[in-house]
């Protein structure tokens, strides 16, 4: 036998499948079985590819995405028609607002019945159109190996975002020629708008060089490009300070006497009055979303701007720059740091750090300790207890400002949560991708009482899978967000925030996991230490402050310096003997 | 402002939804879009016209870029280029206004396609305010218009251009925002069929 005669071997749709993501390199899926897919699980055991049976096929894709987040390589989802399809589809949004590279595959009805409300048929295609960077629609099994390909090449090159693969069950299992090689994806031409003339960066390397008061916004785009050294160079040579979207953060280390911190709407104090006073802002990879600028009328009203993002539709979409370097950033910044020389920045960092003083007044780690627990001190002991080298998967809400704020996050891939969507829910199924996809790292599960209860039976996936995760659950009966919005901006009209949960020890327990519930800060370390040695999952239900509240805040429209700071003389987190 | 894009598309199911979707979740209406095929095989022509502010020109283009099946826009409303529409429309007749909307169709250089009792079909070509032109006379001299089916914009760039300039002027956009001087091959040359009459 020839090797080409090797190579084109005939196989079922569904063996395809397996096989083409098997050369692309995925060994582990999420998914769920049903119908209109059970020809493609009836081929899996032939396969070395790892499935892991999730409870909701919503958590299946964001498992992928915590996978992909976690490790930088594409997550793999998978799904019947109709409701799995439909379920997917706040994951893949997730995913796509985030630009995480996500294959989903989806079951589809028997070509022949397409379109005729057939049993479990719905259009996932055209219900996901909006929310994938592309999808497919395969009704033929020697259109499988290109489609997958393709959609592969998609998910990860460029600005990176999920691709759905929706296969009908008859081209499952009809047979086709596989030949891997031949189905290469090829993407016609290169992107016209995608180019950095070297007039660009001279003038970028102008503008940094007359430059006083210069600050580096570091985004997710760092990670996605894997220019964490570029931009390290960049902020030590020209002695930069950086600031951080949420999604970021890890981008450059916390512990960099350069890093300012986070900024946005929840970010610190000192780094939002610095993008105001700033002269010149260097966006890398990040879009300045509307939770980064606060109102746009007066957003860094003193700074020019340069903008390197590889997707052209983010130039000037909320924030006009004058100079814009449309590509990759470790590319561009590869082009730029050639010209750029040392400058001496001590005026301008001296001036931020004098900003400092009175953030840390009223920062909650430095009141006296009232008795109360407070989520703050919670994250800040897990941080320091995990040395911040664990992964920690976030949900949505006050627990995930707090940990952006007091888990300091030296390393990327180290913090995985859901920026844009805001999609609660998220961490407990992506702290599982991140866990299959980093089995050597320690992850943790951050979540407040509300996200965690829209997926919670995913423990039963943690437990069937024998995942060594960590959860703490930033336990305070509030919907917390929701209860401070309501505190500032509805009269304290406290509708529909105050949240009955279960005993969360007990419910894990039921799902055969270990766990504890701590009331007072003297516990949290023993405890945290007790998680952290037993081999296998451990959930703490962190019993904590009801009413406590994120600061600083900017109300929506407030311009970005017009923060509500926390008050220094709050009876919440003052004792008596402080007044 | 009017912005017109010509979008070279792959010829698959579902591509004019992508397009068509993508202008609908930027909230800009399309004025008019025509679609055939192009001088490439496999791959559709599209103009599209739409409403929308100046600056949301290089945005549209860029998302229409961020579809996988678009391979190629061109902005060419900000280039000299030569812009039709077919239109044909149905008029209602009596054996008495029969004769003066043959002279308006020979001013208008249309053409009537269709001759029936109690009405007639125009044909006409041209640009958009010269078909306008004629339903006005129309309208002017109270004859009914029965019906009116219009093809919308298509446009295509004076001049021989290869997609190399095409890409060496798009450094020159993209870079510094203003539009390139057509050079002397594309320049505007005067055209009869778009005087108003």
């Known amino acids: 036998m020839t090797r080409q005669d090797d190579r084109k071997t005939r196989l079922t749709g569904a063996e395809i499948l397996w096989a083409t993501l098997e050369a692309e390199g995925v060994r582990e899926v999420f998914g769920y079985p049903g119908g209109a897919i059970l020809p493609a699980y009836d081929a899996l055991r032939k396969f070395p590819i790892r499935h892991i049976l999730v409870r909701h096929e919503q958590s299946a894709v964001h498992m992928a995405d915590g996978y992909a987040r976690a490790s930088g390589r594409v997550g793999v989802a998978i799904a019947t028609s109709g409701p799995g399809a439909t379920n997917m589809v706040t994951g893949i949004a997730t995913a796509m607002l985030d630009s995480i590279p996500v294959v989903c595959i989806t079951g589809q009805v028997g070509s022949k019945v397409l379109g005729t409300d057939a049993f479990q048929e719905v259009d996932i295609t055209g219900i996901t159109l909006p929310v994938t960077k592309h999808n497919y629609v395969v009704t033929r099994a020697e259109d499988l190996a290109g489609a997958l390909r393709d959609a592969f090449r998609v998910a990860r090159s460029g600005r990176p975002g999920p691709v759905l693969v929706d296969i009908t069950k008859d081209a499952q299992q009809a047979t086709a020629e596989f030949d891997f090689e031949a189905a290469a994806s090829e993407k016609a031409g290169s992107h016209p708008m995608l180019n950095v003339a070297p007039q660009g960066i001279l003038e970028a390397v102008e503008l940094i060089r007359s430059a006083h008061r210069p600050l580096i916004l570091a985004g997710h785009g760092i990670i996605h490009s894997g220019a964490m050294n570029q931009v390290r160079a960049l902020a030590e040579r020209a002695q930069i300070p950086v600031a951080c979207t949420l999604l970021g953060l890890g981008s450059f280390p916390a512990s960099h006497e350069l890093n300012l911190g986070m900024m946005g709407m929840h970010g610190e104090s ?6 105001q006073e700033a002269d010149l802002l260097i966006a890398c990879g990040m879009r300045f979303d509307d939770r980064v600028t606060g109102s746009l009328a007066t957003y860094a009203p003193k700074a020019k701007k340069i903008h390197i993002d590889i997707d052209p539709s983010e130039i000037n979409k909320n924030v006009t720059v004058q100079v814009p370097l449309i590509g990759d950033l470790a590319q561009v910044l590869d082009q730029l740091l050639p010209y750029l020389r040392p400058r001496d920045g001590s005026a301008w960092l001296h001036a931020i750090n004098c900003m400092k003083g009175d953030a840390a007044v009223r920062d909650i780690k430095n009141l006296p300790d009232d008795g109360h627990l ?15 080298a664990a992964v920690i998967a976030t949900d949505v809400g006050q627990h995930q400002m707090w940990e952006a704020q007091y888990y300091k996050h030296e390393e990327p891939r180290s913090l995985i949560t859901s920026g844009g969507l805001g999609t609660m829910g998220f961490a407990l199924p992506a702290a599982i991708g991140a866990k299959v996809a980093c089995p050597d790292k320690e992850v943790w599960v951050i979540a407040g009482d509300g996200g965690f209860q829209m997926t919670c039976p995913e423990l039963a996936t943690i437990a069937q899978e024998q995942l060594d995760i960590n959860i703490a659950i930033i336990n305070n009966g509030f919907l917390g967000m929701i209860r401070q919005w309501q505190e500032a901006f509805y009269d304290k009209n406290y509708q529909c925030a105050p949240i009955l949960s279960p005993d969360f020890v007990k419910l894990a327990e039921a799902f055969g996991i270990r766990a504890a519930a701590v009331k007072t800060r003297a516990e949290v370390m023993s405890t945290v230490a007790a998680a952290r040695a037993h081999k296998g999952p451990f959930l703490i239900n962190f019993l904590v402050e009801q009413e406590d ?13 017009e923060m509500i700071r926390r008050p220094s003389k709050d009876p919440l987190v003052e004792t008596a003997s402080d007044i | 402002m009017q912005h017109t894009f010509v979008a070279y598309v792959e010829d698959k199911p579902g591509v004019l939804t992508r397009v ?13 879009v025509t679609v055939g095929s192009s001088e490439r095989s496999g791959i559709s022509r599209m103009t599209l016209v739409a409403d929308a502010p100046p600056a949301a020109g290089h945005r549209i283009m860029a998302s229409l870029y961020k ?23 149905k008029v209602a007749t009596t054996p008495k206004t029969r004769s003066h909307i043959f002279e308006l169709v020979n001013v208008f250089r249309a053409r009537v396609v269709d001759l029936a009792p109690g009405s007639l079909m125009i044909e006409i070509t041209g640009s958009e305010s010269k078909i306008e032109g004629l339903l006005q006379v129309l309208n002017e001299n109270e004859d009914r218009v029965l019906e009116i089916s219009r093809t919308g914009r298509m446009v295509m760039r004076r001049g021989h251009h290869t997609s190399r300039v095409l890409e060496a002027l798009g450094d020159v956009e993209s870079q510094n925002g203003t539009v390139p001087e057509p050079s002397l091959a594309l320049q505007e040359e005067p055209d009869e069929f778009e005087q108003k009459p």
């Open chain 1, 549 to 561: 509240t994120v600061y600083p805040m900017i109300a929506p429209g407030a311009a970005l310096h």
């Open chain 2, 67 to 89: 579809l996988e099946n678009v391979v190629q826009v061109d902005d060419v409303g900000r280039f000299s280029s030569v812009s039709r529409e077919l239109a044909l429309i």
């Open chain 1, 270 to 275: 000192w780094v939002n009055h610095s993008i």
């Open chain 1, 374 to 388: 407070y989520a703050a001190h919670v994250i800040n002991d897990l941080w320091h207890a995990t040395s911040g």
């Open chain 2, 20 to 32: 068509a979707s993508l202008f609908r979740r930027l909230n800009i209406n399309i004025s008019s």
